[in-house]
């Protein structure tokens, strides 16, 4: 167990909360080591599984992982790849991923990793600024995207196809280079050595390389592993497992799969986000826990609420669900609410376990704040969530929820190792082993020191309860200024908005304006249950957008969202868009961040309109 907060108070407020350390700091080594040290110590340890094309699972022991991860270095040396030479990998969430990535530390190299979605200006940049020599790609369109791109990069020396056998490639290409020459190279990191280079999604300007190091992982999954125990360790004789599918070019991602290497956990690779490929995936592979964004959460609670509706058991859904949230709002529910979270287990929610595989015991939840409701409902359907916050800057989670002291509505407390500290205008400060060594300056070829004094401004806003819990309230830069001089937050307002079925994403406005607005755009698969449980199929989605039933729905959505705050903060006026915002239309980082100010451009005009009719 960690150690009690160490608080430090301020006109009468918390303002500064540090969690010490439950694990040393690794003195020597580095990640490469891990693949070998468990081959070593449990060669026979079941540490990847693999899809067959018939969608069955196979085991990758430990000994097999170290093999493989052995023969890829090899053959990057034998390439001409250098100690600290930059290898970039944009590929999807698989196995080959993990395995290029130990394979390079293995060989000294510095991973690069790109989103696969990136445009081609987006990876032209990151591989100009890292300096990367080579780079693995996942497919013929994505080596073609590249290959345009390459008079712009004339330090890429090397371009390998995953799906033209990349790895068999590098396997044969290695078989004359010495098994000592990789043995030496691994001998030669050091904990500080840089491990990576982990590019922000860029919501405005160009991505920031930030510098990872060995010791900064370290640090971040070995608290982590120790803290969230119960996780990460055989519970009932049953093996723990987790099925991948963020993106592992996220840090959040990448934290996850080095921690189950370091700590033996079975891990399974699905490229697919969501959807049936997904849903198909879990019920093969059935984890026992898993690493998701609020979004993912949302879908499977949507799916369960529409499948009932659509059964006409929509009123019994949400009766099982109020008692799922009443039983997950306390650690001591009383003998009634027991009773009736009892009754609905069999009818709601193993079902909701079963969509996520049928095993999952725990959730890991990251990237933005899941919501009060949502993880009441499922630490009452049985699956408890560990909501956490960090950045890329941080190595990933920076706090996390405490597994016996969870406090919904939190990000919980700083990490073990971590200091949180919140400055006088709101910002929330990190401090820790884990904080990055500095973002890359690509003239340099180095990374540039980016703390005051050790601390990190996150540029997050945030506050510290009594006994140190963290919430977060919003990013700085996005803060509104309405013309009243009332400041406003628009976070928690399109957090709770996107929580609602029928809403896909949204973004609230306001700046200089008399009063808060939303632009919403639709759900896909939220709004087509709602036509058919409606009969509205022969409306055009611009019809849809004029539609008054729906519209009332969006308002009530606007409504329930408008609770978190006061009148002066309320959104008071809303449009819903007939289109979307994606990545590929701009609006949306990869990691689904929005992009304001592409937003704030293209959607001037129905901004605009929806200020048109107010008068002073």
């Not at 890829?72 to 034998?78: I, S, T, Y």
């Amino acid at each position: 167990m960690p150690s009690a907060p160490l608080l430090t108070r301020a006109d009468g407020r918390v303002r500064e909360v540090s969690v010490p350390a439950l694990v040393p700091r690794v003195a020597r080594g580095s990640l490469a080591d891990l693949p070998y040290d468990n081959a070593r110590q449990d060669p026979d340890a079941a540490v990847f599984s693999r899809k067959n094309p018939d969608g069955t699972w196979y085991d990758v022991t430990a000994a097999r992982f170290a093999a493989d991860v052995h023969a890829v270095a090899k053959g990057l040396v034998a390439h001409g790849l250098r100690p600290g030479d930059r290898l970039a990998v944009m590929a999807r969430t698989t196995y080959e991923f993990t395995l290029l990535d130990f394979a390079a530390w293995a060989a000294g190299l510095v991973t690069v990793p790109v989103y696969p979605t990136s445009s081609a200006f987006q990876v032209r940049w990151i591989l100009q600024d890292s300096g990367a020599v080579a780079c693995v790609v996942e497919d013929a369109d994505q080596a073609r995207l590249l290959s345009a791109e390459r008079r712009h990069v004339p330090g890429l020396a090397h371009l390998w196809v995953l799906d033209a056998g990349a790895v068999e490639q590098l396997r044969r290409a290695g078989q004359r280079v010495p098994d000592e020459t990789v043995t030496a190279r691994r001998g030669l990191l050091a904990p500080e050595a840089l491990a990576t280079l982990v590019y922000t999604s860029g919501t405005t300007g160009r991505p920031k390389g930030c510098a990872l190091t060995h010791a900064n992982f370290f640090a971040e999954v070995d608290n982590a592993v120790k803290l969230l125990h119960p996780v990460f360790a055989p519970e009932g004789g049953e093996p723990p497992s987790t099925l991948l599918f963020l993106p592992l070019s996220h840090v959040f991602g990448r934290m996850v799969s080095i921690g189950c290497v370091r700590a033996r956990v079975r891990v399974g690779h699905a490229p697919a986000v969501e959807g049936d490929a997904l849903l198909d995936d879990l019920a093969a592979f059935r984890p026992t826990f898993l690493l998701a964004i609020p979004h993912v959460m949302e879908k499977v609670y949507d799916r369960a609420r529409a499948t009932a509706e659509r059964a006409g058991k929509g009123a019994a859904f949400d009766r099982a669900a109020r008692t799922a949230r009443r039983f997950g709002r306390t650690g001591d529910p009383s003998l009634s609410v027991r009773a009736a979270r009892a009754l609905y287990d069999p009818l709601v929610y193993r079902r909701i376990r079963a969509a996520l595989g049928g095993r999952v015991r725990y959730v890991i939840c990251g990237g933005s704040p899941l919501g009060v409701r949502l993880a009441e409902f499922f630490r009452g359907a049985g699956v408890e969530v560990f909501e956490g916050y960090g950045l890329t800057e941080t190595t990933a989670a920076a706090t996390v929820t405490p597994p016996l002291a969870p406090r919904t509505g939190t990000v919980g407390l700083p990490l073990p190792g971590t200091a949180v500290r919140v400055a006088d205008d709101g910002e929330v400060w990190l401090a820790g082993p884990h904080v990055f060594a500095g973002y890359w300056d690509g003239a340099r070829g180095a990374s540039v020191p980016y703390t005051d004094g050790g601390w990190f401004p996150t540029g997050d806003l945030g506050s510290l309860d009594d006994d140190g819990y963290l919430t977060i309230t919003g990013r700085k830069k996005d803060l509104l200024v309405t013309s009243a001089g009332k400041n406003v937050a628009p976070g928690p307002l399109e957090d709770r908005l996107r929580a609602h079925p029928l809403v896909a994403q949204c973004m609230v406005v306001g700046d200089d304006r008399p009063y808060v607005s939303a632009l919403v755009t639709l759900d896909h698969e939220g709004l087509a249950h709602w036509r058919r449980m409606r009969q509205k199929d022969h409306l055009a989605l611009w019809e849809l957008t004029r539609d008054r039933e729906l519209l009332a729905v969006v308002q009530k959505a606007v409504d329930d969202a408008n609770r978190l705050v006061s009148r002066a903060e309320s959104i008071r006026a809303f449009r819903v868009l007939t289109t979307g915002f994606t990545e590929s239309s701009g609006h949306l980082t990869p990691s689904l961040k929005l992009r304001r100010r592409a937003v704030l451009r293209d959607y001037a005009r129905e901004i605009d309109e929806m200020y048109g009719a107010y008068a002073e």
